[in-house]
């Protein structure tokens, strides 16, 4: 869908990716809201194709007839022999060398293959007893872990041996989904401007308190419910009436107290569950 010849998905024209939407609309229900999200999606998606197609094309090196095998079904022989040609230019040479260097530094490799973060979490809190527990510091440790349960290296097991220390001296606070100073930050350092660890593409430390700070919201709503059925069945007595109460639920606003009664008859009815009789 989207050429290979283009250099870099920023450059590429409005209009351009105003059509890649509407071809994502004719397969997929999305509201415009997620706009955003699907147009970076299939620039990393266009990005790692591209990337596979030049590993390839590197392993035959001169092989003509071998490397024209490679070229895709939607693509030109045009755009190809183009893309093919962009790869022996200098700019590209020096740009390809630089990245080498970059990922030969990478000292701590993850295991997510292209599964990536996000739908290693998913599947944590799936198969997890208690979902919510699931934090960063846990995805980021199975996301650095081989299939045998060790370490993808001795380096990223002593970060992970120290992350071990720091959560077991905190243990009351080790299911902490803050990123502030949790066990990953204090090993690891501050995150890259714009990025967190353990987390998919596109998620910002300003996003993950958003979503902190509406988890704590109804971690309270649920425990001043709770305590409030807890007050009003132990304000009752045998005979069906309520001392001092507060009657919860009624046709307009069911489940939210509305009154307060003292000594009057209160319906048992399921449906009409604390309502005045």
Same mark, same amino acid.
């Given at each position: ?18 059509? !890649?939407?509407?071809?994502?609309? $004719? ?9 955003? !999200?699907? =147009? $970076? ?18 392993? !035959?090196?001169?092989?003509?007839? &071998? ?49 990536? !973060? ?72 501050? &995150? ?20 902190? $700070?509406?988890?704590? =919201? ?60």
């Amino acid at each position: 869908m989207v050429p290979l010849t283009f250099s870099d998905w920023r450059v590429i024209k409005k209009g351009y990716k105003d059509l !890649y939407w509407q071809s994502v609309l $004719q397969k997929f229900i999305l509201d415009e809201g997620r706009r955003t !999200y699907a =147009l $970076q999606q299939i620039g990393r998606l266009w990005r790692a194709h591209k990337s596979r197609l030049r590993g390839k094309i590197r392993v !035959y090196r001169k092989k003509k007839k &071998d490397i024209a095998r490679l070229q895709p079904e939607d693509c030109d022989d045009a755009e190809w022999e183009m893309f093919v040609k962009q790869m022996s230019k200098r700019k590209f040479i020096l740009k390809s060398q630089k990245f080498q260097e970059m990922r030969e530094k990478q000292d701590l490799p993850h295991t997510c293959s292209r599964q990536g !973060y996000a739908r290693l979490e998913f599947r944590m809190q799936k198969e997890s007893p208690n979902p919510s527990s699931i934090t960063r510091v846990d995805v980021w440790c199975k996301g650095h872990t081989k299939k045998n349960g060790k370490p993808s290296n001795s380096r990223v097991a002593e970060r992970m041996k120290k992350i071990k220390e720091i959560r077991n001296a905190a243990a009351s606070d080790s299911h902490n989904h803050s990123i502030q100073n949790d066990a990953l930050s204090q090993v690891l350092g501050p &995150d890259r401007y714009g990025r967190v660890r353990g987390k998919g593409a596109g998620v910002t430390p300003s996003k993950v308190g958003v979503v902190s $700070q509406n988890k704590e =919201l109804v971690t309270q709503i649920q425990e001043k419910g709770a305590a409030r059925f807890e007050f009003f069945f132990s304000s009752r007595n045998g005979e069906g009436t309520s001392h001092s109460l507060v009657v919860w639920g009624n046709k307009n606003g069911r489940g939210f107290p509305f009154a307060f009664a003292k000594e009057q008859k209160v319906s048992d009815t399921p449906d009409t569950f604390g309502v005045l009789a």
